[in-house]
């Protein structure tokens, strides 16, 4: 249980060091990085939005070098490792 918590905490370290990077560089370079993931998106009446990606959800999270088990839910997961991060500071 204990590694598991420790490789959790190391994997949101690292996605806040990507956000920050994100944060950090030129709407052009953003747009280049998005458009990687992102084939198109499609938005129509009553704010009906369809998106359409590269990749699969599997593809992004071996990219990453990230995985979840199936039951554990990613909201969840980032909502508790941001609940450990900021507790420890």
Do not use: P
């Amino acid at each position: 249980m204990l590694e598991t918590s420790e490789n959790r905490k190391r994997e949101y370290d690292r996605l806040l060091s990507w956000a920050d990077l994100y944060g950090k560089i030129s709407f052009v370079a953003k747009k280049m990085i998005v458009s990687q993931f992102i084939k198109s998106i499609l938005v129509g009446r009553n704010y009906n939005i369809e998106e359409d990606f590269n990749v699969t959800f599997d593809e992004f999270q071996s990219f990453c070098g990230v995985k979840f088990s199936e039951n554990v839910k990613v909201e969840d997961t980032a909502l508790r490792l941001y609940a450990q991060h900021k507790s420890k500071k």
